[in-house]
């Protein structure tokens, strides 16, 4: 109830505020906001650079670019990026399940650490949990593609994701946007409503923001257990901010963000498994949306933030110091039907509940021929984990679970790092960059073995588990140190074209897992992962005709961080973290965009992966030994085509406005989920379109639009179950995410 009060009463001020404080405003095209260049913070460097100016692989969007997309959540850029997924694994709702250039994870336990790094207004998230809630109020977001030790730490060997939410502005401003979406099918409907209110406080010295955001999803499947509704969800965020500029010199950022995420939880399907076994009890076909769980399960989710970032110009080489200051904490429960039949077989439930503090200063500024970016990091985090895996309902007379396990852990991590990063121009024209980080990192861990507890009820984060990890020969220690290095040249070797070459090393760190389900899973400490990247590419522009990016690179991973997903008898699924194999990645980037004329555009990318194990560490297969099988596998969520095109068009209504049409189609490749490839994730081929009208005033637009209108079928993971569970079950866990999308969308902008 309080939530809804206070989205009425915030709604209430803004629609009340628009007709005092209208502005004059122009309108842009969309054909002009797409040719827009955005300003990127990824060299760290104050008051950010050109994308197009920076020698990095990556895809920035501006607030303009997002709200054209109807960019709800990160996961609905993922089909719009070379060589990039930002998939939710869909175990539990907003888990990251991120892969960038081959290099991702495939797990829900939050003790392991991601492959690409995902940072809010400079903040670190600490763990792929609580990633892909809805986002609103965007300044831009930035995908980085490759290692990016240096300026961003351990944990982006993949790369890196920057959201960055819109600051408090001087000019008073209103924002308001309402959408309702369906399926077109026989399934509940989708609402949103969001609006921000800005502008001054106290004159040119205090700004301040109001943003609020509500989504109410009624469900977008159809249970073939009951009939009813399933994947509902209700997402509430408000996220107040203020701006202080003491001086011409200084300035002060605060934001605060509280965030709630209710609903069911996933809706998995069972179909013919890897190993070509169907479904015993139900199976349904993996391009199709059907599923019968008789467990609808829950996902709760609740989070808070305050980043406070403050910069000072100084006069020393002309630069400027910032300071960001974060504290997150997340927690969330959930529970899951992962059997995905009518029958109660393997129910489990789990709670995460982590804190996390950081702090980052850095110096940016120049010396002669030389742009210095050099800070200190620190980052501690807090995490406990609850796992209850409910198991064989179905064979006692009350449908209570005949076998339960109960387990999870705890764990404190702190790291400290230090970077400098130079870029020392030649001339007018060339540029050499060297770099390097060090970080050194710390885990101490409880580990409680859910094999261990049968029928013994506990709880970790209540304190009443006994742990058994650490025994006698570990003390539950991870302790480590990496240096990430980089080497990079870049130069224009003519107007509007850039090249670079570029040499760079991230690490992903080791640990420990907190879900040890048989007696064969170790609990840990697996090592780091090192990731070495030599890529060369060019960044071209033909001003108001072109524009083409387009880069080539190696990937050398060693000790490759892998979590080996296999079915299990006893406790239906075993996750077994280990350091499996070196790898070999070898990629292409295409991306760029031809302005046909003054309202016609053209845009689209193609990514190219091969990749292949140079070097097998532990027996990935499973088959009990590390033999041509194991190199002949493929690696997990590498696919081996990504490629998107699309258009957009302006059509010039005179005085009633300008009405856009755009359309885009994507497609990649299928690729595997499980190491031992019996895991599949189904190719995609996508349709996305939208239709458009702007008023002249450039204040009132309504679209229509449709996402993936060829109804294509994607799964969050491809998890393989036993072929016995107590009675025979074979088939599949494997959560869908949602088909077709068609929606209407007012948005007004004073």
């Given at each position: 109830m309080l939530k809804k009060n206070i989205l009425s009463a915030s709604a209430l001020s803004i629609l009340v505020a628009m007709p005092a404080f209208a502005q004059e405003a122009q309108a842009q095209s969309s054909i002009d906001v797409l040719k827009d260049e955005v300003v990127v913070t990824a060299t760290k460097k104050a008051g950010?650079?050109?994308?197009?100016?920076?020698?990095?692989?990556?895809?920035?969007?501006?607030?303009?670019?997002?709200?054209?997309?109807?960019?709800?959540?990160?996961?609905?850029?993922?089909?719009?990026m070379p060589n990039v997924t930002l998939d939710d694994i869909g175990t539990a709702r907003g888990t990251a399940n991120f892969s960038i250039r081959g290099l991702g994870v495939n797990s829900s336990i939050p003790s392991i650490d991601p492959a690409v790094g995902v940072f809010v207004d400079g903040m670190y998230l600490g763990i792929n949990g609580g990633v892909i809630f809805d986002t609103f109020d965007l300044e831009s977001i930035e995908v980085l593609r490759g290692p990016q030790g240096v300026l961003f730490?351990?944990?982006?060997?993949?790369?890196?994701?920057?959201?960055?939410?819109?600051?408090?502005?001087?000019?008073?401003?209103?924002?308001?946007?309402?959408?309702?979406?369906?399926?077109?099918?026989?399934t509940g409907v989708n609402y949103y409503t969001m609006g921000s209110i800005t502008g001054p406080i106290m004159g040119d010295s205090v700004a301040g923001k109001l943003a609020v955001y509500y989504n109410n999803d009624e469900g977008?499947?159809?249970?073939?257990?009951?009939g009813s509704n399933v994947g509902k969800s209700d997402t509430f965020i408000i996220r107040p901010s203020l701006k202080f500029s003491p001086s011409d010199t200084s300035e002060i950022i605060l934001k605060f963000e509280h965030g709630e995420s209710n609903g069911d939880g996933p809706v998995g399907q069972s179909?013919?498994?890897?190993?070509?076994?169907?479904?015993?009890?139900?199976?349904?076909?993996?391009n199709s949306f059907g599923n019968s769980n008789n467990e609808r399960g829950l996902t709760d989710a609740e989070w808070n933030h305050a980043i406070v970032e403050a910069n000072f110009d100084v006069a020393f080489g002309n630069g400027t110091i910032t300071n960001i200051f974060a504290y997150r904490e997340f927690d969330q429960a959930g529970t899951s039907d992962i059997d995905s039949t009518p029958l109660s077989l393997f129910h489990a439930d789990f709670i995460t509940a982590q804190d996390q503090i950081s702090n980052?200063?850095?110096?940016?500024?120049?010396?002669?021929?030389?742009?210095v970016t050099t800070g200190l990091f620190y980052f501690n985090q807090n995490l406990a984990y609850d796992e209850v895996r409910n198991l064989l309902g179905v064979l006692t007379p009350t449908g209570a679970p005949a076998l339960t396990q109960h387990g999870g852990g705890e764990q404190d991590h702190e790291t400290i790092g230090a970077f400098a990063n130079v870029d020392f121009h030649l001339n007018d024209r060339a540029t050499v960059t060297a770099g390097v980080r060090?970080?050194?990192?710390?885990?101490?861990?409880?580990?409680?073995?859910l094999f261990r507890n049968l029928n013994a009820p506990c709880s970790v984060i209540g304190g009443t588990c006994t742990p058994d990890f650490p025994g006698p020969n570990d003390d539950g220690s991870f302790n480590s140190s990496n240096w990430s290095p980089s080497l990079g040249i870049n130069g224009e070797i003519s107007d509007n074209t850039m090249v670079y070459a570029s040499w760079k090393r991230a690490f992903r760190a080791g640990g420990y897992?907190?879900?040890?389900?048989?007696?064969?899973?170790?609990?840990?400490?697996?090592?780091?992962?090192?990731?070495?990247?030599?890529?060369?590419?060019?960044?071209?522009?033909?001003?108001?005709?072109?524009?083409?990016?387009?880069?080539?690179?190696?990937?050398?991973?060693?000790?490759?961080?892998?979590?080996?997903?296999?079915?299990?008898?006893?406790?239906?699924?075993?996750?077994?973290?280990?350091?499996?194999?070196?790898?070999?990645?070898?990629?292409l980037e295409i991306d760029g965009q031809l302005i046909v004329s003054d309202n016609f555009l053209i845009d689209g990318s193609v990514g190219l992966l091969d990749g292949d194990y140079t070097e097998i560490l532990f027996d990935i297969s499973s088959d009990g030994i590390i033999n041509d099988v194991d190199f002949a596998l493929d690696i997990p969520r590498l696919a081996s085509v990504t490629a998107n095109i699309g258009f957009i068009?302006?059509?010039?209504?005179?005085?009633?406005?300008?009405?856009?049409?755009?359309?885009?189609?994507?497609?990649?490749?299928?690729?595997?989920?499980?190491?031992?490839?019996?895991?599949?994730?189904?190719?995609?081929?996508?349709?996305?379109?939208?239709?458009?009208?702007?008023?002249?005033?450039?204040?009132?637009?309504?679209?229509?639009?449709?996402?993936?209108?060829?109804?294509?079928?994607?799964?969050?993971?491809?998890?393989?179950l036993p072929a016995v569970l107590g009675i025979p079950l074979g088939g599949t866990f494997a959560p869908l995410s949602k088909g077709r999308v068609v929606g209407l969308e007012l948005q007004i902008d004073y």
């Open positions: 950010g650079e050109n994308v197009q100016d920076v020698p990095i692989s990556m895809t920035a969007l501006g607030a303009d670019q997002l709200n054209a997309l109807q960019v709800r959540d990160i996961s609905g850029l993922s089909f719009k730490g351990k944990n982006v060997t993949g790369g890196a994701v920057l959201i960055n939410t819109a600051d408090p502005s001087y000019d008073f401003g209103v924002k308001a946007k309402v959408a309702v979406e369906s399926g077109l099918r026989d977008w499947f159809k249970s073939g257990f009951d179909h013919t498994n890897g190993s070509g076994l169907d479904g015993q009890i139900v199976s349904f076909d993996r980052e200063l850095r110096y940016s500024g120049t010396f002669g021929q030389m742009d060090y970080t050194d990192e710390s885990k101490d861990v409880l580990v409680t073995s897992n907190f879900r040890v389900t048989s007696p064969a899973t170790s609990p840990g400490p697996f090592g780091d992962e090192r990731v070495d990247t030599i890529e060369i590419g060019i960044k071209k522009d033909w001003p108001g005709l072109a524009r083409l990016n387009a880069s080539v690179f190696k990937t050398n991973i060693r000790d490759m961080q892998r979590e080996l997903n296999l079915p299990s008898t006893g406790s239906g699924v075993v996750q077994d973290i280990r350091n499996t194999a070196n790898a070999e990645i070898l990629g068009y302006d059509y010039d209504l005179g005085d009633f406005g300008t009405l856009t049409t755009r359309a885009n189609y994507s497609h990649r490749g299928e690729s595997t989920y499980t190491d031992n490839n019996l895991g599949i994730l189904n190719a995609a081929d996508r349709i996305d379109a939208s239709l458009a009208l702007t008023m002249n005033d450039g204040k009132t637009r309504l679209s229509f639009y449709g996402k993936n209108l060829t109804n294509n079928v994607q799964h969050g993971n491809d998890t393989q």
